[in-house]
Every structure is written in structure tokens, then in C-alpha cells.
């Protein structure tokens, strides 16, 4: 099935210490670029990473982007209890000498807000959790493979329907083929009514017909025609069809830049310009296919 190179995929998997998140994006690119946005994958498994996404992904810029939402009960909060006992015992001298002395409460409370009476641990991202967070990645991938196939679909619409529209104007413009000879052979003729003194006709007939012959685009509308039929081809039956549909398309492009300069006839040279502005938009999309 036809993909995009661009998309996005996420995922969420639960660990003991918190949720993770993992987002892929992709945009066009000639190879497998692939950035770890993160800090959360171990630097021994990057390598493994990298290989991962480059085979379920294939090709793309490719940006990764993890993160951990810590759980309350992940996160330790400890007493130190040497600190708070040397707090409570100087806080508490103190306040048997105030006027108005604090209630027990009200000491327990400030001796808390401390500095370092109290130790937040919270728990760092591991390999203990690498089997977990390769999954999610997995998952993400997959994920951006869906959107892929989606956003591939309606590419494929596009490009065959412009592929259509140039063949449609390729037969417009043949329908002015026996006007434009006419039209050369008309034009000729009256240059050669001004010319004066003899001429030999047989030969003149023979140049005519040597220009015409110059003018004749029969083998670039076949041409064509068989690449547009190559195209449709290509797009319908391999799976990764991106940089052949972009060959494919030059080979295009050449064969109407030809019909554009033996043209000779502002109707037909018309039609050849929208087939170029079709074959553009072929150009452009073909890119991001994957």
C-alpha cells in the first residue's frame, strides 16, 4: 500500500514508576535521518533504536520524542531524621523563651520547611524500564505507519488523477496536429509567392516535407503515453515506489518539453503548459512518497 513520508504516531505504555509517552514525526527525506529527541533511552540501546525505526519506517526525517510521567508513589519523600531531631531541639529551646510561644503543631510545620529536613528521591529512568519504553516505540512506529498508509491513499488519488489530466491534454493537443501541418504549409507557401525568379517546386515540396517531418511529435506523444502508463504502474504495484515515480517523472517532463518546442501552434502550445503545471504537481508529490 502506497505510504507518505510525512506523518505522526504516538503512544502510551505504563510502568511502575510512571507513564510514558512516545511521539514520532516524519517529513520528507532522501534516507533514514533519525533524531532522538530524548533522554530517557539508555545510550547503549540508541544504536538498537535507530536500527528499528529505519526498518518499520524505512525512510525520513524522523524525529523521536519521549518522555516520563513520574506516579506520586514513584517519587520518595524521606525525613532526614538526625537534621530534624538537631531543628526540633534548638527551634524548641528558642520557643520556650518567646512571649508567646509557637504551638507544637506550628513547630513541627517550620522545622518541615527546613532546608534538607526533607529528601525528595525521585526515581531516574533506567534499562529497567527499556523493555517497556522499546515497545511503546514499536507501537509509535506502527502508529505513524497507519497515518502513513492513510495520507498515502489520498496521495495516490492525487497523482493518478493528475496523471489523467495530462493525458487528457495530450489528446486535446493532438486534435491541432493536422491544423498546425496545414498551418506550416500554408505559411511556407506564402513566403514563397514573394519570392521572385524560378523555383523548383519538386525541391521546395521536399523541404516542406523535411520540416514537417522535424515538427512531427508522434514518437513523444508514444513516448508519453507509455510513461504515464509506467507511472500508474509503478504507483499501483510497489511498495515503495517514491524515488522510481520521481525518475519516472523526468522521463515525463523531458517528452513535454519536447511537444512544447515542436509545437509551433498557440492552441497546442496551450495545452502542453498545462501538462507541464500538472507534471510540477506530479513532481512536488512524488517526493513525499515513500
Not at 514508576?17 to 514525526?25: A, F, N, Q, S
Not at 532522501?30 to 526498518?55: C, F, G, W
Not at 520556650?96 to 506550628?106: G, I, K, R, T, W
Not at 492513510?150 to 489528446?171: A, F, Q
Request: charged share 30%.
Amino acid at each position: 500500500m502506497l505510504q507518505s513520508m510525512t506523518g505522526y504516531g504516538k503512544a502510551e505504555c505504563t510502568t511502575e514508576i510512571g507513564k510514558i509517552t512516545v511521539e514520532i514525526r516524519s517529513v520528507n527525506g532522501k534516507s533514514a535521518d533519525i533524531n532522538l529527541k530524548t533522554q530517557l533511552i539508555p545510550r547503549e540501546y540508541e544504536h538498537e533504536v535507530r536500527q528499528m525505526l529505519s526498518k518499520i519506517l524505512v525512510r525520513g526525517s524522523i524525529d523521536l520524542f519521549a518522555t516520563l510521567e513520574s506516579n506520586r508513589e514513584a517519587t520518595g519523600k524521606n525525613i532526614n531524621r538526625e537534621l530534624f531531631t538537631a531543628y526540633y531541639n534548638q527551634i524548641r529551646s528558642i520557643n520556650q523563651s518567646l512571649p508567646v510561644p509557637l504551638s507544637e503543631a506550628d513547630l513541627l510545620s517550620s522545622i518541615l520547611r527546613m532546608p534538607d529536613v526533607i529528601d525528595n528521591q525521585k526515581s531516574s529512568p533506567d534499562v529497567d524500564i527499556w523493555g517497556t519504553l522499546k515497545e511503546c516505540i514499536i507501537e509509535a512506529a506502527n502508529s505513524m505507519n497507519n497515518f502513513r498508509k492513510t495520507e498515502g491513499e489520498k496521495l495516490g488519488d492525487e497523482l493518478k488523477n493528475r496523471v489523467s489530466m495530462i493525458l487528457e491534454n495530450l489528446t486535446l493537443a493532438e486534435q491541432f496536429d493536422a491544423e498546425r501541418s496545414e498551418l506550416v504549409r500554408t505559411r511556407l507557401m506564402s513566403k514563397l509567392e514573394d519570392v521572385k525568379g524560378a523555383v523548383d517546386l519538386n525541391r521546395f515540396e521536399q523541404e516542406i516535407i523535411y520540416y514537417l517531418e522535424k515538427l512531427d511529435i508522434t514518437e513523444e506523444k508514444v513516448r508519453l503515453r507509455q510513461h504515464c502508463s509506467y507511472f500508474i504502474e509503478t504507483l499501483e504495484n510497489e511498495e515503495f515506489p517514491g524515488k522510481k515515480l520521481a525518475f519516472i517523472a523526468q522521463e515525463m517532463g523531458r517528452e513535454i518539453n519536447t511537444l512544447g518546442s515542436k509545437a509551433n501552434h498557440a492552441e497546442m502550445q496551450r495545452k502542453v503548459v498545462m501538462m507541464k503545471d500538472d507534471l510540477e504537481k506530479i513532481k512536488e508529490q512524488s517526493l513525499n512518497i515513500l
